[in-house]
């Protein structure tokens, strides 16, 4: 469990990285946390010839609030995702879904960035975003652009990152008003990556409208997915008597689950339905 | 750049070390065999079973997860540093009176990141200690009695708080 040779640098400013990228591009990866790539580099499952560190770009690790859009420096660590005052205010279901990654320690080490970079399929913070409707800041020493979560994951563990580019900033829409929301998972054990999870929000406006509903779910495919166009119209409109187990059911029965020898479709199909039920129940407690 | 042996200066329970690694080489081997601080055990060098667990400016943080070269300009806090002065650590204290290792390879990872915990979590659950356990595996005890050392090491930690007030 010792990794392949590389070299190693730790750039200090954001700059000096990107250029290192455009020099090296795919024979280099970037350490961020290192929570799911030294696992990788230590069993061999990856092998870069470089290594660039960008922990010493604290630039990174900023949070901060600028309008209507909560900014996410892509070096801040899952521990303080989960105790920042601005992201549990702002993007509550974040906050809560990086305290339900991994064990204590590894939320103190791994980072936003290198997990959404990363793109485990099971992963909590893709599928966070995803439903957020966030935005990932590229850049590269070329230039920088701005992709949705849904543009941004294309597979298992790939994404629409080129090589000389590096994910510095998410930003997500700031939560409305009574805007509630639910994310619920199962995994088998503690801290394993989850088999199925799913995520929600809802914004209620008078009586019993509904504003806005997202809905996406996780390990039932590549990538996460949104799903609110499985949901039966007059359920996206009113929250009547049976709304969330009625939505549940119709996403449950309708939507496309990826054959996996490990865990069956029926099963994975039942964690879907009494997920999505779970999830939109914690929505609407929170949204009234 | 190279991806042969170079001299890395290393901050470790306040002393200076001054090594020669490889880039690729695991904070936990540099701790182990160059530093000689052998109390950081290795067990899956993948990050799941926490028993290498160490302080990293004072957080919690898998030593096997973190390469040498990393660690310049950082602090660096081994299980060694917990009773330096020949006195156990509150959490090491408790773990003893209540029968919390067997094997005890486990141990020096559970010390490091439940002191840290403690720390943050002043007055736990019974079902918050055990969720703050999956993260250090132990093979031996079945966790009954290292859960019961957490609570009472909770308990002692909020006596002596109160004291200093």
Not at chain 2, 121 to 150: K, Q, S, W
Request: aromatic share 4%.
């Amino acid at each position: 469990m010792k990794p392949g040779k590389f070299s190693y640098e730790a750039p200090r400013t954001l700059d000096e990285a990107l250029h290192s990228l455009a020099t090296w591009r795919d024979n280099a990866k970037i350490v961020a946390g290192g929570q799911s790539l030294a696992p990788m580099l230590n069993m061999r499952l990856a092998r870069p010839d470089h290594l660039i560190d960008i922990n010493r770009l604290t630039e990174l690790g900023r949070i901060a609030v600028d309008g209507e859009r909560l900014t996410i420096g892509a070096m801040a660590r899952h521990a303080q995702l989960g105790r920042d005052a601005q992201v549990k205010r702002h993007a509550p279901m974040l906050a809560h879904a990086a305290e339900t990654i991994g064990h204590y320690a590894i939320r103190q080490r791994g980072t936003i960035g290198g997990s959404l970079a990363h793109a485990d399929p099971a992963a909590q913070l893709p599928l966070a975003t995803l439903a957020l409707d966030a935005e990932f800041e590229l850049h590269a020493a070329a230039g920088t652009r701005t992709l949705g979560a849904g543009a941004f994951f294309l597979s298992v563990f790939t994404t629409a990152l080129e090589p000389d580019e590096l994910l510095a900033a998410i930003h997500v829409p700031v939560a409305r008003p009574r805007e509630g929301w639910g994310f619920r998972l199962f995994n088998r054990r503690a801290g394993d990556f989850a088999i199925v999870s799913v995520a929600a929000t809802l914004a209620c406006g008078e009586g019993a409208t509904i504003e806005r509903l997202r809905l996406a779910i996780a390990g039932i495919g590549p990538v996460p997915v949104r799903v609110e166009e499985l949901v039966p119209p007059e359920d996206a409109a009113t929250v009547t008597t049976g709304w969330s187990a009625r939505i549940a059911a119709a996403v449950a029965t309708a939507v496309e689950i990826e054959d996996n020898e490990k865990i069956p479709i029926v099963f994975r199909r039942e964690l879907v339905e009494r997920l999505t039920r779970d999830t939109l129940d914690e929505a609407l407690e929170r949204a009234s | 750049m190279s991806t042969a042996s170079a001299p890395v200066t290393l901050t470790v329970n306040g002393g200076t070390y001054r090594v020669v690694a490889e880039p690729r080489r695991l904070l936990s081997d540099v701790l182990r065999e160059d530093c000689g601080l052998t109390g950081t055990h290795v067990g899956c060098e993948h990050g799941v079973c926490g028993t290498c667990t160490i302080l990293f400016d004072g957080v919690p943080a898998r030593a096997c997860l973190i390469y040498g070269v990393q660690a310049e300009g950082h602090e660096i806090t081994t299980i060694e540093a917990f009773a330096a002065d020949g006195e156990l650590s509150v959490v090491q204290q408790a773990l003893h009176e209540e029968h919390g290792l067997q094997c005890g390879f486990c141990t020096p990872g559970i010390v490091v990141t439940m002191e840290a915990w403690l720390g943050e979590h002043p007055e736990p659950t019974e079902a918050e200690v055990r969720d703050a356990l999956t993260g250090n595996l132990c093979r031996c005890t079945g966790y009954h009695n290292i859960v019961a050392a957490i609570l009472k090491a909770a308990a002692r930690r909020r006596v002596e708080a109160s004291g200093e007030r």
